[in-house]
């Protein structure tokens, strides 16, 4: 989880985002955001897939990126996801 946080923060340091206006599409607070993007709150799927979404990143790539390199999904679970982030960003 620690590899997509990073990666989460690279991209919106990248499109030169701040932390507040990601809160604010998120409606929550600046600090709970800035608290999601260390590790010191849980990231829920559904803050991950508006992340994703505002950031312009395809999560599940993100996600096979990141378990290649620590946790093997499998295909069904990586289709799975796949069709959650479908539905969700339409």
Excluded: V, W
């Amino acid at each position: 989880m620690k590899d997509i946080l990073l990666e989460i923060k690279r991209k919106r340091k990248l499109l030169k985002i701040k932390q507040s206006e990601i809160a604010e599409k998120l409606c929550i607070a600046k600090e709970t955001y800035n608290h999601i993007e260390n590790g010191k709150i849980r990231l829920t799927l559904e803050n991950y897939l508006n992340i994703c979404k505002i950031l312009k990143i395809d999560p599940c790539s993100l996600i096979e990126e990141q378990s290649a390199k620590t946790i093997k999904l499998t295909e069904k679970e990586i289709t799975m996801l796949d069709g959650i982030y479908k539905r969700f960003k339409n």
